[in-house]
């Protein structure tokens, strides 16, 4: 990871940057690194989902004043890192994703979902499970129905309502999460993609309190390899058709560098934070507001 390319001093923070500001995010760091004309928080070279993950971790990571500590910055960029070459993968590993992103039992939003389900008395936890064997199975290859899929999210939807508003919020964003997966099949996937994740990291970041780095960061590491342990045979037979041998996937972790590893800024790029003003649901991410029933 050169970071040696970039040529003005830079120092990692929270929030979205202005050009010269001296100011940065790690997803910013990798777009860089990456070559993009214009610099962003989504860099060409990440799968959107998992940058967004990366996003949430460098904001949690920085201190009361708003950057992050040296031990911290290298952290960000190390996962930051491990995003690289996982853009472009099939529609089968964005299903399987999602699937592992609602229910696995590691990092899924399911176990808010119960919880919210044995408070409210409601069906939200089988509305999760149901929808994401629903994108197992088209992972598969055998694709439900567009009627199989509208059913899912009219339950879903209707297990939101039978919720109370003002308690398990984390509950009630892992189900939007959920409901809002089903338009994959018939929409625009990025956009629909972005409000899946950005439901299921409120939920996640609720439940720690919106303050605690160290929970949100595991389930980062394992977003990421999950998404290229699915995305590995994909990526293999893209490599083995690459006529001039010049692709490349990543390594697990960035390369060790005590000394010498000097962050710097961007000079006339632009940063966008464009995941939380575009994605994200206004309300309820304190925990202490309602959220809008669907």
């Known amino acids: 990871m050169d970071l040696e390319r970039i040529t003005h ?5 929270k929030g979205s940057h202005q ?16 070559g993009d004309t214009h610099i962003t928080d989504f860099p060409g070279c990440s799968a959107r989902p998992l940058a967004a993950f990366v996003q949430v971790c460098n904001d949690l990571l920085a201190g009361p004043d708003g950057y992050l500590s040296p031990e911290n910055s290298l952290l960000a960029l ?10 472009d993968v ?6 399987a994703w999602v699937a592992e992103l609602l229910t696995n039992p590691t990092w899924g939003v399911l176990s808010y979902a119960k919880r919210a389900a044995r408070y409210a008395k409601s069906a939200a936890d089988k509305a999760v499970l149901d929808i994401a064997e629903l994108h197992r199975a088209a992972a598969a290859g055998d694709m439900p129905p567009i009627a199989a899929w509208k059913a899912a999210d009219r339950a879903a939807r209707a297990a939101c309502r039978a919720s109370k508003p003002t308690m398990h919020i984390a509950g009630l964003y892992a189900v939007r999460a959920a409901y809002h997966s089903t338009a994959l099949v018939d929409a625009d996937r990025r956009a629909t993609l972005d409000v899946v994740t950005a439901n299921a990291l409120h939920a996640h970041t609720l439940t720690t309190g919106g303050t605690r780095a160290a929970p949100i960061v595991e ?28 692709a490349e996937f990543p390594s697990d972790t960035m390369p060790r560098r005590r000394a010498r590893v000097t962050l710097r800024r961007f000079r006339g790029k632009a940063t966008t934070r464009g995941f939380e003003q575009d994605c994200c649901p ?5 925990g202490r507001e309602t959220i809008a029933q669907p």
């Open 9 to 13: 001093p830079l120092r990692l923070a």
């Open 19 to 34: 050009p010269g500001s001296g100011k940065g995010c790690a997803m910013n760091v990798i777009s860089y690194i990456n």
């Open 78 to 87: 190390e996962l930051g890192w491990q995003t690289l070459g996982t853009a």
């Open 90 to 95: 099939d529609d089968v590993v964005m299903h």
């Open 219 to 246: 389930m980062t590491r394992h977003a990421i390899r999950s998404w290229r342990s699915l995305a590995a045979p994909d990526t293999s037979r893209r490599l083995d058709s690459d006529a001039d041998g010049s």
């Open 282 to 286: 206004a309300a309820g991410f304190n």
